[in-house]
């Protein structure tokens, strides 16, 4: 083992190679995978995505193998990244959205990592020309072989993978040990606020909390990373957050317990070119947590933004978190309490975001561009 490396399995090369940490699932910001999982219950570097079918996926970014012979123009070197591709629409979006960023940006190559390397979105990244390879962010053999030789990684764990926050605790931090052991020389991870902590104990939003741990923990140990916390995906409107035809009249609800109080949001679809600046900015971002967010509207706001593209009567239920806390769905206590949060504190940057991805979708530009979804509505 290198001298001064960390107690993870024996390093064989000389100097410990730079590893990037592995991906979360869909979303502290996958909001949506979480709701329906309640409710039921030849580049130079490579970029490392990781895809599993349960949605534990991890990515990474290698360090820039040499340039080839100057040209008139010399080459940038391509930096290797690592990110996770997911099963699930939702759970494999956000991995998907950086992968594809990172490749059409031609400045990194990309490795992904995935539980099932034959499933078609682990095939669609290897046809867009990213590495693909097995891996599991509970199997640390697998992972540490994966990191090898990477510049950085993305990583995102899915809380609602397992429902387990001790879990996706010990799949953060195994990434980050091996970060730190290999040398990895940015990681940007999916995080979210340690709602538990922030509030004295007063409200527990689980698949917050953990990504909170975990963020702290990169940082206590020295290793080079940007948290990334996601606002809630506008994806989640296509499915758990659906307009839902009211009982008592022709008109549809929205039930979300916000109040009068905006809610920050975004497309995933619009976070990998964001993730890919960042990259980019190490020095501007190393070190920082960036709140991501296209826009913040009020519950009403986007009911309207409903009834006239859709050109349906959308209206808000206006439910309290009291009453949401007692629907009869296993998370809807956590997911009332992440309202609650939302209502005192929503740390995003909607200026930032833009400047990260100039062509980042208001809300009302991505209904507008998913109106196949509300079919039959």
Same mark, same amino acid.
């Given at each position: +083992?290198?001298?001064?490396?960390?107690?993870?399995?024996?390093?064989?090369?000389?100097?410990?190679?730079?590893?990037?940490? &592995?991906?979360?699932?869909?979303?502290?910001?996958?909001?949506?995978?979480?709701?329906?999982?309640?409710?039921?219950?030849?580049?130079? =570097? !490579?970029?490392?995505?990781?895809?599993?079918?349960?949605?534990?996926?991890?990515?990474?970014?290698?360090?820039?193998?040499?340039?080839?012979?100057?040209?008139? =123009?010399?080459?940038?070197? =391509?930096?290797?990244?690592?990110?996770?591709?997911?099963?699930?629409?939702?759970?494999?979006?956000?991995?998907?959205?950086?992968?594809?960023?990172?490749?059409?940006?031609?400045?990194?190559?990309?490795?992904?990592?995935?539980?099932?390397?034959?499933?078609?979105?682990?095939?669609?990244?290897?046809?867009?020309?990213?590495?693909?390879?097995?891996?599991?962010?509970?199997?640390?053999?697998?992972?540490?072989?994966?990191?090898?030789?990477?510049?950085?990684?993305?990583?995102?764990?899915?809380? @609602?993978?397992?429902?387990?926050?001790?879990?996706?605790? &010990?799949?953060?931090?195994?990434?980050?040990?091996?970060?730190?052991?290999?040398?990895?020389?940015?990681?940007?991870?999916?995080?979210?606020?340690?709602?538990?902590?922030?509030?004295?104990? !007063?409200?527990?939003?689980?698949?917050?909390?953990?990504?909170?741990?975990?963020?702290?923990?990169? @940082?206590?140990?020295?290793?080079?990373?940007?948290?990334?916390?996601?606002?809630?995906?506008?994806?989640?409107?296509?499915?758990?957050?659906?307009?839902?035809?009211?009982?008592?009249?022709?008109?549809?609800?929205?039930?979300?317990?916000?109040?009068?109080?905006?809610? =920050?949001?975004?497309?995933?679809?619009?976070?990998?070119?964001?993730?890919?600046?960042?990259?980019?900015?190490?020095?501007?971002?190393?070190?920082?947590?960036?709140?991501?967010?296209?826009?913040?509207?009020?519950?009403?706001?986007?009911?309207?933004?409903?009834?006239?593209?859709?050109?349906?009567?959308?209206?808000?239920?206006?439910?309290?978190?009291?009453?949401?806390?007692?629907?009869?769905?296993?998370?809807?206590?956590?997911?009332?309490?992440?309202?609650?949060?939302?209502? +005192?504190?929503?740390?995003?940057?909607?200026?930032?975001?833009?400047?990260?991805?100039?062509?980042? !979708?208001?809300?009302?530009?991505?209904?507008?561009?998913?109106?196949?979804?509300?079919?039959?509505?």
């Amino acid at each position: +083992m290198t001298p001064g490396c960390c107690r993870c399995s024996p390093c064989f090369n000389r100097s410990c190679q730079p590893l990037a940490p &592995s991906l979360r699932g869909s979303a502290a910001a996958s909001h949506d995978a979480g709701v329906r999982a309640a409710q039921s219950r030849s580049a130079p =570097h !490579r970029l490392r995505t990781g895809s599993n079918s349960t949605g534990r996926d991890a990515a990474l970014l290698s360090s820039p193998r040499p340039s080839p012979p100057p040209t008139t =123009h010399p080459a940038r070197p =391509h930096p290797h990244l690592q990110v996770p591709s997911k099963a699930g629409k939702r759970a494999c979006a956000q991995g998907g959205s950086v992968a594809r960023a990172i490749l059409d940006g031609k400045h990194f190559a990309v490795r992904a990592l995935t539980r099932d390397v034959a499933k078609p979105s682990a095939q669609a990244l290897q046809d867009l020309g990213a590495e693909v390879v097995k891996g599991d962010l509970d199997d640390k053999a697998s992972l540490e072989a994966a990191l090898k030789g990477v510049h950085g990684a993305f990583l995102v764990t899915n809380f @609602w993978d397992h429902l387990s926050k001790e879990r996706e605790v &010990s799949q953060g931090k195994l990434v980050a040990d091996l970060a730190k052991c290999l040398g990895l020389k940015h990681v940007v991870f999916s995080g979210l606020e340690n709602v538990q902590k922030l509030t004295g104990g !007063r409200l527990t939003v689980p698949h917050f909390d953990g990504k909170g741990e975990v963020e702290e923990y990169f @940082w206590s140990i020295g290793v080079p990373m940007t948290s990334v916390r996601l606002a809630a995906y506008f994806e989640n409107f296509l499915a758990s957050w659906k307009p839902a035809k009211a009982s008592d009249g022709d008109y549809h609800t929205l039930a979300i317990p916000m109040g009068d109080v905006p809610m =920050h949001g975004i497309s995933v679809a619009d976070v990998g070119a964001a993730i890919l600046s960042i990259f980019n900015s190490p020095e501007e971002f190393l070190g920082k947590a960036v709140g991501l967010s296209a826009e913040a509207l009020t519950v009403q706001q986007y009911c309207d933004v409903f009834s006239k593209t859709l050109g349906k009567d959308v209206r808000d239920t206006k439910i309290t978190p009291e009453a949401y806390e007692k629907l009869s769905f296993p998370a809807a206590k956590e997911l009332a309490d992440m309202c609650r949060f939302y209502q +005192m504190q929503q740390d995003r940057d909607v200026a930032l975001t833009h400047r990260l991805n100039p062509r980042v !979708r208001s809300f009302n530009q991505f209904i507008s561009d998913n109106l196949g979804a509300f079919k039959g509505l």
